[in-house]
């Protein structure tokens, strides 16, 4: 390979930029990503980050949902203080009222007769509405490529419940990393071996699963597994990374709620899907979906409970480190861990063999990157378009036969 | 014009730059600007920054206003946290004693025969009182110009009333613009059209009254008005910007006072001054002083409790705007447009012809500036000196004979 | 001297850098320096800062005490987080496990029969205690020098006492001048000149003792005088500087506590240490220790709350000064002085004779660190060394016959 086509190659440390021109930025706007939530969104305008750009979103006096640029093309006021009124959202300032595609539809101080509103078309993006979440696209596209129906998002079977909205003050790829990196989840995630719950004994510090990572259409994921209770069986636990930043991992009520190994052969039945979306180099939003498809109608809320109980216990006087109390609760553990991680490129790193699925994870975006600049199709379209426009992402945890990948 | 006659210009993006050796500085510092006011300046020193400078204001023991350099020029401490005793300010560090000239006065750790303290000066600038304001000449000049007698402070008929001193967390640019620009009072403060104030029929957001922007010796005035009562009358409202930094509006009670129509014949009988002192690039503290000439003689105890009415309403708990709630509140209404504009040449904008005030004062300035530049005198000195020191700025509301501008 | 040779010197601005690289941080990493105390570490990781390094201090489960880098090698997860096990620290994210030397003993996901633990060595530098301080030593050479063994931390006799660690927000330099500056006691810290304590009427405002600076082997000493009670004595106040950055005083009960000034013939019997660390460059940590050699048993127990009557008194509503109430709280008037001092080299100074105190220590440390850069040993080791390792630092307060410096 000659010099100059390996100096062309997407550099590691560019992962974590995502603004407008950047690698990864560039490569994120041919996508469509989450930027809010249908409950969230009520009656006034929210001044959201995404990329690095300045946004404002808002939900019209129609219902119309609108994603246009911070600040007035008039004289720079912020449309946060907007009012939603009259079919769009008016700048506080002197008025000017723009509708959902961006389009100037009123200037109370300019005489209606010269049409200036009309020559007047502010930045805007299309959003789209899919099972209570918010997709945007912030591609530069004459057309936006159709939005993938994420089967947790569509589906009309089992129970779906959004949790609320997260915001985190890291890179975004210092999480995205975790969800191909089982192993973290014996060492820092580590439970009371008695405590019953498929973590405890599962992800044993003492003894720590074998796992393997598999190249997906979709993305990837790692495969954890442990010798099953009859012959020919295992104890598996299935996580997903898809493209292009999309986290499913299906083990949810194992991890917290105490049951019987016999539980296990059922398998779980909830999908817990972590939607990403970087607000620049140093934030990311966290949209959350479980999607239950099991037979317990109160499912969700048994849930909750458990998850509350996992309260960190008290904090020493003397303990004055940032992210303290962490322990006993899986959220702040890892927010402890990668919050305290450098930026890929600027942290000193020694990579070994339990980080293949890292690997496996980096080279994924990398070379996706690179064939979007060279002028191909993101993986993630082109394998939604292979399914009918559909995405099924993998994730299970219980006792299944071997070889059942 | 040659390409070298053009590159000269101003730049309008140099305006709300106001450090020493700016264009915008330099044009600042051949004015008195406003750095406190006699309440409020007590027994301890004050810091304060004044065109980027960081400065200390004291009353000395005589009673004399010194404005000195924040640090002391032996060792560099803070005379914020110096005493005033002996005839001047004294370092607490090691007891250099300054005078309100910058004359040192004593060394107590020197011995005294050598007479070292009288070789010493440190940085000052002279400050003059004028009804309750202290006023400060930043400039180089061997000798300040005459302050000039600004008719509201100086005046002996009337009620005058300074309003607490307001520090604002923006550029100064973004504040003056204000004050030439009418028609975003019938946008930003539009009022309940049937609660009785002049500003809510007046400033109607559904029929924006129509303005002039007329050029003034001491700067500009914008004039509002439509038809009045009888044939030959009109309503008018009409507000002045003084240069280098002064607004005064005339409309403060009717602003915020319910009061029947009739009462506008009479006109209103209070100027509203506000004297806005650049801190730095990105903030200002205004000054504000309103002078009453009309009959009541508890006028300002009756327009107190009015402005405290105009409370800001209670903000929801998923409104997270930093500067909500705003409605209601014409100052907190003003903050929230003009902090969140970015500098003046960062922001991106597309002036319209209710613009034209705006401009104009673009326009004024930048030629003060370029005019002071090529070493002409301030207009603003120009225009005191031709009315024999005296300063009388033009506002008005009410009802009068049509041509009267 | 040629121009060559000249700009080869150290320049007065670099002192105030301390980082890895800078010359006052490279001649800083040939000392060992206090980083903590025993009483403080506790069983949790200390995230410190030291010398711009960021570092983990910690007890292992053996009583050994460790400084590690603070970022683990592996995927940079910060060890402040670490569990304290097994012998060493065991980072929270994938449980790599280090011991006090840095070498990594265990790699919970990866198979042990690869002996990939055994390859890994983090950051390490060495740690001793010495009377309750723990000294590290952050120099580059194969092997530490010995640490040296300061009078009052390892003497047998006499009581000693540890205040609890300080943190300050600004350069180190501001704070170690004061030092050599026996001046601004009687300005800074003057006292009430009725109210019985040496400092107030030695250190009097309007009569200011005479004073040396002169030069010692471990750095130098100021001495002030006034003529004592009887011919042939005088009452001296007598504080020293030693290398690299360690203050002693001698007269902290005098300074406190009321007493008659027959008392002051057997002389003060406390040695107040101060051991200052740069963090980084804007900022640093004091150690204190009180060595008291005199017969009072309960010394320290009525020192305490003479310290706690100098409580500053009650702050007025308009006093906005950052570092007020700072008036009558010897520490406060220190903080409100040395922290409004911009960083020697970008504050304006004026030096007088009264200044040849700090003159001198800023010579004996930029020479020092010119000697070092040459190849030199630091005269702080050097003196130790000449002395058997043990460095004894002069400090005395009281009455005694001319002539005895």
Redesign the interface.
């Known amino acids: 390979m000659s010099v100059t086509k390996r100096s062309k190659k997407v550099p590691l440390a560019d992962l974590p930029y995502v603004g407008r021109g950047t690698l990864a930025g560039d490569w994120f706007r041919r996508h469509w990503l989450v930027v809010g939530t249908s409950n969230?969104l009520?009656d006034?305008p929210q001044?959201v980050k995404v990329l690095g750009e300045e946004l404002v979103l808002f939900r019209d006096d129609q219902g119309r949902i609108g994603l246009l640029g911070l600040?007035c093309?008039?004289?720079?006021?912020?449309l946060?203080?907007g009012d939603i009124e009259d079919g769009g959202i008016r700048c506080?300032?002197?008025?000017w009222l723009f509708d959902v595609d961006g389009q100037c539809l009123a200037?109370?101080?300019?005489?209606a007769e010269?049409g200036?509103a009309e020559k007047?078309r502010h930045l805007s993006y299309p959003v789209q509405e899919q099972g209570g979440l918010l997709f945007a696209y912030l591609g530069s596209d004459a057309e936006a490529p159709p939005l993938p129906r994420y089967l947790p998002l569509v589906s009309e079977q089992g129970q779906r419940s959004l949790e609320a909205t997260r915001l985190y003050n890291y890179n975004w790829f210092n999480f995205i990393e975790n969800g191909a990196d089982p192993?973290?989840f014996?060492?820092?995630h580590r439970a009371d071996p008695n405590d019953g719950t498929w973590r405890s004994w599962f992800f044993d510090?003492r003894d720590?699963p074998q796992f393997d990572a598999v190249e997906m259409p979709y993305g990837m994921k790692v495969i954890s597994r442990k010798p099953g209770p009859t012959v020919g069986t295992e104890y598996v636990d299935e996580k997903s990374f898809a493209l292009p930043a999309i986290l499913q991992i299906g083990d949810t009520e194992f991890t917290h709620l105490r049951q019987p190994r016999e539980a296990l052969a059922a398998g779980s039945h909830n999908a817990h899907l972590m939607f990403v979306t970087p607000n620049d180099d140093a934030s990311f939003t966290l949209y959350t979906v479980n999607h239950y498809t099991g037979p317990d109608n109160e499912f969700f809320a048994k849930l909750a409970p458990s998850r509350r109980v996992q309260a960190p216990m008290e904090k020493?006087p003397?303990?004055r480190?940032e992210?303290?109390p962490?322990r006993g609760n899986v959220r702040t553990?890892d927010i402890?861990?990668?919050a305290?991680?450098?930026l890929l490129g600027e942290?000193?790193?020694?990579?070994?063999?339990?980080?293949r699925g890292v690997i496996m994870l980096r080279k994924l975006i990398l070379s996706d990157i690179e064939s979007v600049r060279r002028g191909g199709q993101p993986r993630a379209l082109e394998n939604a378009q292979s399914h009918g426009g559909l995405v099924k992402i993998d994730s299970f945890t219980g006792v299944r036969a071997k070889g059942l990948d």
């Open positions: 969230e009520r006034i001044a600040y093309p008039h004289r720079g006021t912020s946060e203080y506080p300032y002197h008025g200037m109370p101080g300019e005489p010269r200036f007047v192993v973290h014996s060492i820092l510090f720590v020493m003397y303990d480190r992210f303290s962490f553990e402890a861990c990668q305290t991680q450098k942290r000193c790193e020694q990579l070994a063999t339990s980080d």
